[in-house]
Each structure stands twice: as C-alpha cells, then as structure tokens.
C-alpha cells in the first residue's frame, strides 16, 4: 500500500531544491503552513467548505491534497482529523450505485468526479480498514465512469477528452486533464485503467496544441487560455512517460515568455498551479527562475490569514497555491517526476 514520506524527508526534498531569490526555504515553508492552517480553520464540522462550490465534494478534495502535499497524512496528530474529515465529505457526495461523485454540480460534474477521485486514488492505502474499503468499493466505480465517458462517440478533434457530464460529446483540456491525472494515479495504484485509454488521452493533449506559438490552448483550433493550460500540457505529457518531448520543450518556451501575466488571468489560481507543476516536471533553469519568481511574486499576495484571495473561492485558491508552492516536497505520487530531472 502507498504511504506518504515522513515530513522530516519532505523538509529535506525541499532544502534539496532551494528557491534562490528573496525568501528562505524556512519562509517558503511558513507560508505553505500558514495556509494550511487558513483551511484548516475554515473547514466546515462535516468537512465541506464556506464559499463557491465548497459542498461540491472538489473543494474538499482539493484542500486534502493540500495537506497531503505537505506530507501530513489521516493517520497523523497534525491535521489528521482535518483530512478525514475531507475523506468523509468526500464520500459523502458519491453516487453509490455509479460511483459519480458530480451529482451536486451537474452542469459540469465531472471536474467534481476527476478531482474527487484523483484525490482518494492518491490518499488510498493510508487509511483505516473501514474507509479502504469504502474505497475499495467506490474507486473501480469511479475509473469505470471516466472510461466510459472518454469512449462517448466524438469527432476527431474531441476524440480521447472529457469535458462537463458523463455524456458530453466533446472535450477540453481544463476538464480532460483532471480526468487524465484520476486515471493516471489509480493506474499506479492498481486500478484497472486500459493502458490504450491514456494513450488516447495523451493523444487528445497533443491535438490541443497551437503549433506556431507551442501552448496548450482550451479547445483545438482555437488560441483561449494558452498562459493557463500550456503548464497542465506539459505536466500531461511529462506524467504519461513523454519527457523531453519536443511539444513539452517548445511549450516551455512559450511559458517562460508569458508566466509574468498569469497573476492578471481570471483563472490565475489553476493557472500558476499547472505551470508550476509542468515547469517542474522539467526542471533545470527554467523551474529555477519560475520557482524564484513564483515565491516572491505570491508570498506577498498572501493574506495575513494565511489564504489567498485569488477567486471567488478562498479555499480554492488558497489550496491551489499550497499545491504550488510544494511542488518540491514530492509528497503525491501522482507528480512524482524522474528523477534522473536535474542530474549533472
């Protein structure tokens, strides 16, 4: 069964990776700490959250992961009841007969499910017997949604992707790199997930690329939203066993050239989320400077609470920039890079 590192290793993956620039890793960490801290203290008595979306089920995934990447676990003294407590909602929400956990969100209830399932394919095996079973049970249910879903007859185009139900007839890249990112991590947890069902996702990536600038853009044929989803095109393709492919690089490229306007974007939070996890499936000089400028860039846009006010969710976007901002402690599997990255 997976279990997290101990927290004293994950300090340790962070000293290895130092962010060079106005604050120490010793502040880094303070700042990731205080907003744990900000969810924790808003995390409602049944594990939900206050704000937008916050009694979908996402919200509460979300903020798990956020405590998970830090490397606390349920077991544990410190925010272990906070992450069970998130489990529990978690569950709460999913159709027991189908495994959908999107029912309280149905225009676009499967950003809910993807991320819902994401996150107890990640925190499975580091629960007691009775909610691993729960899991047990409701995990299979899940993954068979998702592939179900990708096989709805699309054109071209949409062929591999998600997009807001179930049934859609298409697909976007925002929605269809959740679902990829839950089907990758119940694969590495043993789930059974078609090894041709990510090939067709990572081929549906590929087609959302704008080949003359090199982003991942919203939809193919279009050019919305390249500085928020070109770092979730290369986190896919990095993830799927494509690294260092030419698309990753090119995309890179185009990143480092638009990263200091994604604090202007409407969807900043995802948007620096992605580009820090895409960035530093790369690494080298490009996560160095990145990292540097995401540090002193964000620490400052921290509220003395500890959360971020970047959407209209706090609990999002404080729980997006925690996931951020750990991106060197390689605490979830799911991003978990090779680690040959950055060798001499």
Not at 105 to 128: A, K, P, R, W
Not at 181 to 204: D, T
Not at 301 to 316: H, L, V
Request: proline share 4%; aromatic share 12%; with cysteine.
């Amino acid at each position: 069964m997976k279990k997290l590192l101990p927290l004293a290793l994950a300090c340790l993956f962070a000293f290895s990776a130092p962010a060079q620039g106005v604050y120490s890793d010793e502040e880094i960490d303070e700042s990731i700490e205080a907003g744990l801290a900000y969810l924790a203290s808003v995390q409602n008595d049944n594990g939900s959250y206050p704000g937008k979306y916050g009694e979908t089920g996402a919200i509460s995934a979300l903020a798990g992961m956020a405590f998970l990447a830090k490397g606390y676990t349920p077991e544990g003294e410190k925010y272990g009841e906070t992450i069970r407590k998130d489990i529990d909602y978690v569950l709460s929400v999913v159709n027991q007969s189908d495994g959908y956990f999107g029912n309280r969100l149905q225009g676009s209830g499967m950003y809910v499910h993807s991320i819902c399932t994401l996150f107890l394919s990640e925190v499975s095996g580091m629960v007691d017997p009775e909610r691993q079973a729960k899991f047990d049970e409701i995990l299979p249910l899940a993954v068979k949604l998702l592939l179900d879903a990708q096989n709805i007859r699309k054109n071209d185009r949409d062929t591999g992707g998600w997009r807001y139900t179930p049934r859609s007839n298409d697909s976007d890249m925002s929605c269809s790199g959740w679902c990829l990112m839950a089907l990758r991590s119940a694969s590495l947890n043993g789930g059974q997930v078609p090894k041709e069902s990510i090939e067709k996702a990572v081929e549906y990536v590929r087609k959302q690329r704008n080949p003359g600038e090199g982003s991942f853009v919203y939809q193919g044929g279009g050019n919305g939203s390249g500085r928020t989803l070109t770092g979730a095109g290369i986190l896919y393709l990095e993830l799927c066993g494509r690294h260092n492919d030419e698309m990753s690089l090119k995309a890179a490229r185009y990143l480092m050239r638009v990263y200091k306007e994604l604090p202007s974007d409407s969807n900043r939070s995802y948007g620096m989320y992605y580009a820090a996890q895409g960035l530093f499936q790369l690494g080298g000089e490009n996560w160095k400077v990145f990292s540097d400028w995401m540090y002193r860039t964000w620490i400052p846009r921290q509220k003395p609470n500890g959360s971020w006010t970047e959407e209209e969710s706090t609990a999002y976007s404080t729980s997006l920039m925690v996931l951020a901002f750990t991106v060197p402690y390689r605490q979830l599997p799911i991003y978990q890079r090779d680690e040959t990255v950055d060798e001499d």
